[in-house]
Protein backbone atom coordinates (compact mmCIF):
# COMPACT_ATOMS: atom_id res chain seq x y z
CA UNK A 1 0.00 0.00 0.00
CA UNK A 2 2.64 2.13 0.58
CA UNK A 3 4.51 1.89 -2.75
CA UNK A 4 1.06 3.50 -4.05
CA UNK A 5 1.06 6.48 -1.93
CA UNK A 6 5.15 7.21 -2.29
CA UNK A 7 7.66 7.63 -5.38
CA UNK A 8 7.02 8.10 -8.92
CA UNK A 9 4.96 5.43 -10.57
CA UNK A 10 3.96 5.02 -14.18
CA UNK A 11 1.66 1.90 -13.61
CA UNK A 12 -1.87 3.25 -14.67
CA UNK A 13 -3.86 1.84 -11.84
CA UNK A 14 -1.47 3.54 -9.04
CA UNK A 15 -1.88 6.95 -11.12
CA UNK A 16 -6.04 6.51 -11.68
CA UNK A 17 -5.62 5.83 -7.72
CA UNK A 18 -3.59 8.91 -6.99
CA UNK A 19 -5.84 10.93 -9.48
CA UNK A 20 -9.03 9.64 -7.56
CA UNK A 21 -7.64 11.05 -4.32
CA UNK A 22 -6.36 14.04 -6.40
CA UNK A 23 -10.04 14.94 -7.99
CA UNK A 24 -11.64 14.38 -4.76
CA UNK A 25 -9.76 17.06 -3.52
CA UNK A 26 -10.43 19.29 -6.57
CA UNK A 27 -14.06 18.51 -6.72
CA UNK A 28 -14.51 19.46 -2.92
CA UNK A 29 -12.84 22.69 -3.61
CA UNK A 30 -14.70 22.68 -6.87
CA UNK A 31 -17.95 21.80 -5.60
CA UNK A 32 -17.76 24.15 -2.87
CA UNK A 33 -17.29 27.10 -4.16
CA UNK A 34 -20.02 26.20 -6.74
CA UNK A 35 -22.31 26.38 -3.53
CA UNK A 36 -20.38 29.22 -2.18
CA UNK A 37 -20.58 31.57 -5.14
CA UNK A 38 -24.12 30.51 -5.95
CA UNK A 39 -25.81 30.14 -2.94
CA UNK A 40 -23.78 33.26 -0.98
CA UNK A 41 -23.18 35.70 -3.45
CA UNK A 42 -26.23 34.78 -5.93
CA UNK A 43 -23.73 34.25 -9.00
CA UNK A 44 -25.44 32.43 -11.88
CA UNK A 45 -24.94 28.56 -11.34
CA UNK A 46 -23.45 28.28 -14.45
CA UNK A 47 -20.86 30.94 -14.21
CA UNK A 48 -20.19 29.69 -10.69
CA UNK A 49 -19.50 26.03 -12.47
CA UNK A 50 -17.32 27.59 -14.58
CA UNK A 51 -14.94 29.57 -11.84
CA UNK A 52 -15.05 26.91 -9.20
CA UNK A 53 -13.85 24.65 -12.35
CA UNK A 54 -10.77 26.71 -12.79
CA UNK A 55 -10.06 26.29 -8.98
CA UNK A 56 -10.27 22.63 -9.32
CA UNK A 57 -7.80 22.90 -12.02
CA UNK A 58 -5.03 24.30 -10.71
CA UNK A 59 -5.54 22.55 -7.92
CA UNK A 60 -5.71 19.58 -9.99
CA UNK A 61 -2.41 20.20 -12.04
CA UNK A 62 -0.60 21.20 -8.92
CA UNK A 63 -1.25 17.92 -7.28
CA UNK A 64 -0.95 15.82 -10.60
CA UNK A 65 2.47 16.98 -11.49
CA UNK A 66 3.61 16.81 -8.05
CA UNK A 67 1.99 13.25 -7.11
CA UNK A 68 0.28 11.58 -9.80
CA UNK A 69 2.20 11.63 -13.16
CA UNK A 70 5.82 11.34 -13.26
CA UNK A 71 6.58 11.84 -16.76
CA UNK A 72 5.39 14.39 -19.24
CA UNK A 73 5.75 14.73 -23.15
CA UNK A 74 6.84 18.13 -22.60
CA UNK A 75 9.80 20.22 -21.07
CA UNK A 76 8.25 23.16 -20.92
CA UNK A 77 5.73 23.78 -17.61
CA UNK A 78 4.15 26.68 -19.28
CA UNK A 79 3.75 24.89 -22.35
CA UNK A 80 2.25 21.81 -20.12
CA UNK A 81 0.28 23.78 -18.29
CA UNK A 82 -1.25 25.03 -21.27
CA UNK A 83 -1.75 21.55 -22.65
CA UNK A 84 -3.37 20.35 -19.48
CA UNK A 85 -5.43 23.43 -19.15
CA UNK A 86 -6.58 22.72 -22.69
CA UNK A 87 -7.99 19.26 -21.53
CA UNK A 88 -9.43 21.13 -18.19
CA UNK A 89 -11.05 23.27 -21.07
CA UNK A 90 -12.75 20.46 -22.93
CA UNK A 91 -13.70 18.84 -19.58
CA UNK A 92 -15.27 22.61 -18.24
CA UNK A 93 -17.03 22.51 -21.88
CA UNK A 94 -18.79 19.06 -21.01
CA UNK A 95 -19.33 19.93 -17.38
CA UNK A 96 -21.13 23.80 -18.53
CA UNK A 97 -23.28 21.49 -21.54
CA UNK A 98 -23.81 18.41 -19.04
CA UNK A 99 -25.21 20.27 -16.34
CA UNK A 100 -26.93 22.70 -19.02
CA UNK A 101 -29.15 19.63 -19.77
CA UNK A 102 -29.79 18.54 -16.45
CA UNK A 103 -30.62 21.60 -15.02
CA UNK A 104 -31.90 23.94 -17.41
CA UNK A 105 -34.11 20.57 -19.80
CA UNK A 106 -34.58 18.36 -17.29
CA UNK A 107 -34.82 20.55 -14.25
CA UNK A 108 -32.52 18.93 -12.54
CA UNK A 109 -31.32 20.95 -9.16
CA UNK A 110 -28.06 22.32 -10.75
CA UNK A 111 -26.10 20.29 -7.13
CA UNK A 112 -27.25 17.34 -8.42
CA UNK A 113 -26.32 17.99 -11.83
CA UNK A 114 -22.67 18.67 -10.86
CA UNK A 115 -22.67 15.56 -9.30
CA UNK A 116 -24.24 13.88 -12.82
CA UNK A 117 -20.97 15.69 -14.52
CA UNK A 118 -18.00 15.12 -12.46
CA UNK A 119 -18.23 11.20 -13.27
CA UNK A 120 -18.19 11.96 -17.00
CA UNK A 121 -15.73 14.71 -16.62
CA UNK A 122 -13.44 13.05 -14.42
CA UNK A 123 -12.76 10.13 -16.84
CA UNK A 124 -12.40 12.18 -19.53
CA UNK A 125 -9.98 14.82 -17.74
CA UNK A 126 -7.71 11.17 -16.49
CA UNK A 127 -7.45 9.99 -19.53
CA UNK A 128 -7.16 12.75 -21.36
CA UNK A 129 -4.07 13.95 -19.51
CA UNK A 130 -2.80 10.40 -19.14
CA UNK A 131 -2.51 9.30 -23.02
CA UNK A 132 -2.08 13.08 -24.36
CA UNK A 133 0.36 14.63 -22.23
CA UNK A 134 2.03 12.62 -19.09
CA UNK A 135 2.84 9.03 -21.23
CA UNK A 136 5.98 9.21 -22.83
CA UNK A 137 5.99 8.63 -26.12
CA UNK A 138 8.53 5.46 -27.13
CA UNK A 139 10.60 4.64 -30.26
Sequence with gaps: MLQVLKGGSDNTFVQ????????????????????????????????????????GLLVNYLLSTIWVFTD????????EFTVFAV???VGLVLNEVIMYICSDILNIHYMVSKLCSTGMVFFWNF?????????????
Design 16 to 55: LFRYVLVGGLAFVIDYGSLFVLTESFGVNYLLSAAIAFIL
Design 72 to 79: SRLNNKMA
Design 87 to 89: IGL
Design 127 to 139: FGRKFILFTKTKY
